[in-house]
């Protein structure tokens, strides 16, 4: 009997989707086949390996050794076969103009806003389906295809990427003082070391911004004050304007922030981190003219933006963020 009679696709997803569901019931369910006809394809297979893959139990199953081998490899094949059909649906959709980009959210309302804004004008008849979500899935996107290319971030202290990616700088973005709009604030920038009273607001869930102000406040010799932990940086700025406490924040995060906070540089003796911003691609994919084009989008909004902070903020003086994401 050939290798490919003993291994057809249908069964080893059904035998992962049964391994996954823990019944073989549900497993069916899940394969869109019957209970019976998934009984029949499994004893097929056990009689093809002339060994068992599953120990039949009161409640469920669960899976013998040689059951183990085979979901692990269906596992690794599921995933590529996912991955291929990301690769196909990516041509599809170039010949239509389609590019799916990953994002997340401080970059979608921000400079990828106006990039979209600037990018429709331009090139009309490509569609960009844009994805939000954190950094891992961003990453899980990329190598499953299921985006062509995506922005991401790092800090100095972040794990490096996989080297499955190829990163292209794209801007940075410094980490600001968020304060409430009527507080005086120094025209050489805020001094970490004189916050060392403050009530502190930081991002909930261990966030990258929050590790930034331990990891300062750390280096200026204290522990941060933190009184609340916020799920958004709209819920940051409406606590700093209530007068809960103060935060420090991307600067995209706050760019177009509400009136009654001002966001203020750090002073750069206290080398407060700075995070960068990234276009992520796969290592081994080639550019398509619509991922240059929306690549070319995106840095002209980053730049668009990093040059209306330099006017707005002359040496020396804080910066003040007029408007709220």
């Not at 029949?40 to 390996?49: A, D, G, H």
């Not at 940086?233 to 304007?241: P, S």
Request: negative net charge.
């Amino acid at each position: 009997m050939s290798q490919s009679s003993i291994f057809d696709v249908v069964t080893l997803f059904l035998l992962l989707d049964i391994a996954d569901e823990g019944s073989l019931t549900g497993g069916a369910d899940l394969a869109g086949m019957t209970a019976s006809a998934a009984s029949q394809r499994i004893s097929k297979l056990e009689r093809s390996i002339k060994q068992p893959v599953l120990v039949r139990m009161p409640r469920g199953v669960s899976l013998t050794a040689a059951g183990e081998v085979l979901v692990s490899r269906a596992r690794l094949f599921r995933r590529e076969m996912r991955a291929a059909r990301g690769d196909l649906e990516a041509l599809r959709g170039l010949q239509h103009g389609t590019v799916r980009l990953g994002s997340f959210p401080t970059v979608s309302a921000s400079i990828l806003s106006e990039a979209l804004k600037e990018f429709h004008l331009r090139w009309p008849d490509i569609d960009v389906q844009v994805r939000s979500a954190n950094r891992p899935q961003l990453i899980d996107m990329l190598n499953s295809s299921e985006v062509e290319m995506a922005t991401l971030w790092s800090y100095e202290w972040t794990e490096d990427t996989e080297r499955s990616l190829t990163l292209q700088p794209l801007m940075d973005d410094p980490t600001m003082l968020l304060l409430p709009a009527d507080r005086e604030v120094s025209q050489e920038g805020a001094l970490l070391g004189s916050l060392r009273s403050q009530r502190w607001i930081v991002r909930a869930a261990d966030h990258p911004a929050a590790e930034a102000l331990y990891r300062s406040c750390h280096s200026a010799g204290f522990e941060p004050n933190v009184v609340y932990q916020a799920h958004d940086y709209q819920e940051i700025a409406a606590m700093v304007a209530a007068g809960v406490g103060i935060a420090m924040v991307p600067r995209l995060a706050v760019d177009r922030n509400r009136p009654d906070v001002q966001a203020v540089s750090f002073s750069a003796t206290d080398q407060v981190p700075t995070r960068s911003i990234y276009i992520a691609t796969l290592a081994r994919r080639t550019y398509t003219p619509a991922m240059d084009a929306v690549a070319k989008a995106l840095h002209w909004a980053a730049d668009r933006t990093q040059q209306s902070w330099t006017e707005a903020a002359p040496d020396g003086e804080p910066v003040r963020a007029p408007h709220a994401l």
